[in-house]
């Protein structure tokens, strides 16, 4: 009898703990449908809360109102197609030309301060066409001219500029364009203000420089809070900046010396010697260098010849290039680094002190500020050369065969090699800048004259930026003359219109299919229903969270997804009314249910999943986002059917007035006794 009882008490216990773990389950589920509620419609929760402030004094915490970001079709916009003429081009290097001018072109549109704009290729049917969508454009006439036609390759030298003042007509021109910027960062600001996707650029702020100054005043000024904007543009030499503070993090700063090995070919070397010869010097040089004889043998070897001792002072993070600064912070105090690589050649490091120190870390963009070269043609820093894109044949990412650094290599024409080698050597220790339509997108600095038509850019480069820079080469390079085959615009009258055409079918789809649930299943429909419920606020959560640009079609998958997402709900119902009417009781039918009916239910999903792939991949993008609404959709759908109705109905069929078959759509003459 002691072993009965033992088995009877344990048993009961564990349906104990499994009766707690479904209503902890089914409070969360009832929570988690709340909160995303509260995430998908801010505004609503935060006008509660201003209406409790004002009956009560207790302020409630307040939720981001970010806005969805909606496609050209719903807010208006611009759509163009463009066809390249790769009639010059080879067949293998097509894709990568193409690839090219995309990139131009997305830098183009940019400059109309669209946050998210759709630049895409298509090479279906032997055609090469660039796709280009701006929601909010509707100046088609000005995005036709700013993108233009064939992206333009320059290299260009430091000229003399303009030796006078401005005149009066200069002056005014200027003060116009620098209303223009403060306007176009204001208006930047108020979009970070409202959530919209920006372009951030992190950076940390040590007061190093004016900018940084400026930025870490304002900060202090405004009482700015960690993860808040600062509340006004900060105008700067650098431009116009709209700042993020992050927080703050722990560095330090170090008194460093170094003693640098150079050879022919490095940033700024002058000894002439070849790489080999230098890396024995390093090595034999090694041999002897301590702690106590560094600045001793910095005079005697280094080819720094700046800092004759070696002695580079207090460093902070920034001031050296970042491979440099990497392996100083890595170097323990009072110690020497192994041999460090960069741009100058190889380094060896003693590492005197540190101290540590604060810096804010903010998230900032910059909008260029105009000044007097745009304004004045022959007031430019930079004067153009004989030399251009069309002697330039190919760019390409290349790897130093010592360090693995990714490089930059450039391939002349026979004309384009006579110029280069005249304009280098002309410019040695001097930068020749490569503009790719009228931007500087590399200012290399000459290290000697160079022949035979070839040269490398080299610098501290990723593998993505070296990938860059060469795309963006080709493409001012190659003769690839984009032509406009379509324009259409949404007016944004019309995109408001079908927005909420589009938010009302959506509410009658979900009422519709709500109230067949209901009448048809019954209880079970009502719990699938709340578990719609929970649907939709996840697929909107989803969208806002991951960036999803909602479009017509994208309203439409998740329409459709509706049924799809009760689609596993009826095959559930239908299986568990079978089980009823066999005489099993709500429990063992409801289990039975779900078991029987998850093979069907899976290998269904899995079939619009592969469906979905299928029009994402090789669709355009009206249909691209519908195949991604149709994909979250479903996936979503898995879980609310399988898990969340499940919970629901396991919750319930313990309740004995809830227990009755005609609650679950059976008629009492249908079920066995």
């Known amino acids: 009898m002691q072993t009965w009882k033992l088995k009877k008490n344990t048993r009961a216990k564990q349906q104990a703990k499994s009766k707690i773990g479904l209503r902890l389950a089914g409070i969360l589920l009832l929570v988690t449908t709340l909160a995303t509620a509260v995430y998908d419609f801010p505004m609503i929760w935060n006008r509660s809360a201003d209406f409790v402030q004002a009956q009560t004094g207790w302020s409630a915490p307040r939720v981001e109102e970010a806005p969805y970001r909606l496609g050209l079709d719903l807010q208006g916009g611009t759509h163009l197609v463009y066809e390249a003429d790769m009639a010059q081009i080879p067949e293998g290097e097509r894709v990568d030309a193409l690839q090219g001018v995309r990139d131009v072109i997305e830098r183009r549109v940019n400059a109309f301060g669209v946050s998210e704009p759709v630049v895409q290729t298509t090479t279906t049917g032997g055609t090469y066409r660039v796709i280009v969508e701006l929601a909010g454009v509707l100046d088609v006439g000005a995005a036709i001219q700013e993108i233009g036609e064939t992206p333009i390759l320059e290299f260009k030298v430091f000229g003399q500029g303009l030796n006078r003042e401005l005149t009066a007509e200069e002056q005014a021109a200027l003060d116009a364009k620098q209303s223009e910027d403060r306007a176009l960062a204001q208006s930047v600001l108020e979009q970070a203000q409202r959530g919209d996707d920006l372009q951030w650029e992190s950076i940390n702020v040590l007061e190093t420089s004016e900018t940084q100054k400026a930025i870490a005043d304002a900060i202090a000024q405004y ?66 260098i301590t702690v106590e004889n560094f600045a001793e043998m910095a005079a005697k070897y280094s080819d720094d010849k700046s800092t004759p001792d070696g002695d580079l002072g207090w460093i902070k993070p920034g001031d050296t ?37 604060a810096a804010y870390q903010v998230e900032r963009v910059l909008v260029p500020l105009s000044d007097a070269y ?22 390409q990412v290349q790897f130093d065969p010592n360090s693995g650094t990714p490089l930059v290599g450039l391939q002349f024409n026979a004309e384009g090699s006579d110029l280069f080698a005249e304009l280098t050597g002309s410019h040695v220790g001097e930068p020749i800048a490569i503009f790719l339509d009228g931007e500087a997108i590399s200012t290399p600095t000459v290290s000697q004259a160079i022949y035979g038509g070839e040269a490398v850019i080299t610098g501290d480069f990723t593998l993505d930026e070296a990938k860059t820079l060469a795309q963006r080469l080709n493409a001012g390079a190659l003769p690839v003359p984009v032509h406009l085959l379509s324009q259409e615009t949404v007016g944004p009258t019309l995109g ?3 927005l909420q055409t589009s938010i009302f079918a959506a509410l009658v789809g979900f009422a519709l299919v709500s109230a067949f649930m209901i009448v048809v299943y019954r209880l079970p429909g009502l719990l699938a229903v709340l578990a719609l419920v929970l649907y939709a606020f996840l697929n909107l959560a989803a969208y806002r969270l991951f960036g999803v640009t909602v479009t017509l079609s994208g309203i439409a998958g998740l329409v459709l997804t509706f049924g799809i997402a009760v689609d596993a709900n009826v095959l559930i ?32 999903h899995m079939t619009t999943l592969i469906s979905a792939a299928v029009l994402f991949t090789f669709s355009s993008s009206f249909v691209k986002g519908f195949a991604l609404t149709l994909a979250i959709g479903v996936l979503l759908s ?20 809830l227990r009755s078959p005609t609650l679950y759509a059976v008629k009492k003459s249908e079920s066995a006794s």
């Open 496 to 498: 408001a219109a079908s």
């Open 573 to 604: 119902f239908e299986r568990m009314k079978d089980e009823f009417r066999t005489g099993r009781d709500p429990v063992s039918s409801i289990d039975e249910a779900f078991v029987r009916a998850w093979p069907p239910i899976r290998d269904g």
């Open 223 to 288: 009482g700015v809070r960690p993860g808040a904007l600062v509340p006004s543009v900060i105008e700067t030499p650098e431009g116009l900046n709209i700042v993020r503070y992050v927080g703050t993090t722990q560095t330090e700063e170090m008194l460093l010396s170094h003693i640098l090995f150079c050879w022919e070919g490095k940033t700024g070397c002058q000894n002439g010697l070849p790489e080999i010869d230098a890396t024995l010097q390093l090595q034999n040089a090694t041999k002897e």
């Open 374 to 395: 745009d304004v004045v043609a022959d007031l430019s820093p930079w004067e153009n050369t004989a030399l251009s894109g069309k002697q330039l044949k190919r760019a």
């Open 638 to 657: 898995l879980f609310t059917a399988v898990v969340v109705t499940r919970v629901y109905l396991r919750n319930i069929r313990d309740v004995r007035g």
């Open 321 to 357: 290039v970042p491979t440099f600064e990497a392996a100083a912070l890595a170097t323990p105090v009072g110690t020497i680094s192994e041999a460090v690589l960069t741009e100058f050649g190889y380094h060896l490091i003693h590492k005197r002190e540190s101290k540590p120190i």
